[in-house]
């Protein structure tokens, strides 16, 4: 859409590319990189303002754990479930769900981005302890 | 124009009241303050309320039935800061020579909410995939834990440190004294984090200052603010290390420039222990120790009642709970009256230089959205 700011007409548009991808080497995220800035974001830029698009970067599939925990229900009602930030080449740093690979989580361990869903069903990704695809 | 200073402060006991409203706790507060600086209500030019987790306009609920004859009332939200960024405006105003008397105070009523922890808002890209307060403080604990060597029994000690001052503080209703064993034995929360290492969940409370550039009618010393900061996060999506509480060191060093004064130099601190690993790392980034020597700091006694520079002498938030409204106002309470020396069982001795720090709100690309800090002298 085209709204005014500063008596100005620009333009802006919400981003439909999607934040994850799966390739040949697994589902990966897409990180953006706005124009005119060197760093990464993860999660993507949401809109787009004007007409430069930021650029999509596909980071991962295999990141370093940077730190975990576990979460503990407060009624024990639900089984304990972990979360972690992960970081990836070249600089970018994702939070999300991390699940039980090949052994116990360890911090600066390698962990895989592997598909997932949010619980409203939507598709989505998380983490998986290891580097290598799962079986 | 005269120096503003604090001339009257009031407090609520912070527990579980449900039959009562924020606005009563509030109410309760501002007379307590307005007594403790001898002042009538009708010499109040403007207040400032800080409240994060209330309803629209808690300032004017809270003063309709106080009879303030329509004077400006600022309602202001920022996350945990909020009591502490509506004293930072407060003094602005002062200053500027818009009013000469004005009250800050800041309330919430968490008892009304649901229970556990609060959200950081509706929609957050981390919170959609499982991050709350507890989370985020845990991620910090593993990753301090692994590049400092803490230990369990170490992060758990700030906890009973807490309790300790807590059970000296007659408003700290929720706070109960617990051992090492004790901590550490309670139900994970978020590991390493135990249920007694994180503040507890619904509380309720209000906190009350008077700040006027007159001359003071109280009986208690008036305080002067020495340093007044309040920063927000910087937008990172990078691999920043989330141990090292960027925004309180940023406003820390601000604060220190402010008053020419050092960390050396400080008698207490009260600091925004929500977890046990939050003291930690503020330790650090208030500059009273070096980086990963706050367990070392811990261990040493420093920063217990009787220690170098007792932190969090009221008990902090693991005693008496997390009000992001009021917090930042009851820990300027708290050195207040520690500076004029009627605090009681937890008197800190000879203190004549106090720092408050209160940071948070968590959304994502901020590792903290929000941190106001001030430094307090008789």
Known sequence: MDVLAGGILVRL?????AHIRETAWGMVLVATRSPGREELQFPPAEYVHDIEAPQNVLIGPVGRLYAYTVIHSATGDEPPRMV????FEPGVRAFGPLLQGEGPPEIDGDVRVVPYALPDGARDYAFRVGHDAPK | MNEPRINGVGITDFGRFPELSGEAL????????????????GEVQAYYCGSAIGALLTGQRALRELNTHGSAVYNIDNACASGATALNLALQALKAGQHDTVVVFGVDHESSLVAGPQDLKQGDWNERRGMDAPALHAMRAMRYMRDHGLTAATLADVAVKNRRHGVLNPIALLCQQATREEVL???LVAEPLTLLQCCPSGADGAAALVLTTQPGKGSAAPIRLLASVVLSGVFD????????AELSARAARMAYEQSGLGPNELGLVELCDAFTISELLYCEALGLCGPGEAGGLLDSGATALGGRVPV????????????PGATGVAQVVEICQQLQGRAGQ?????????????AGGFLWGLDEAACAIHILSV
């Open chain 2, 312 to 323: 969090n002498p009221s008990g902090g938030l693991l005693a008496k709970g997390h009000l």
């Open chain 1, 84 to 87: 972690a930030m992960v970081d």
């Open chain 2, 237 to 244: 999506t990078g691999p920043v290390d989330i141990t090292r």
């Open chain 2, 26 to 41: 509030a109410q309760a507060a501002i007379r307590d303050a307005l007594a403790d600086a001898g002042i009538a209500i």
């Open chain 2, 185 to 187: 034995a309670a139900p």
């Open chain 2, 346 to 358: 937890r008197q800190v001795e000879g203190a004549r230089i106090g720092l408050a720090q209160v």
């Open chain 1, 13 to 17: 548009c919400r981003r439909k590319a």
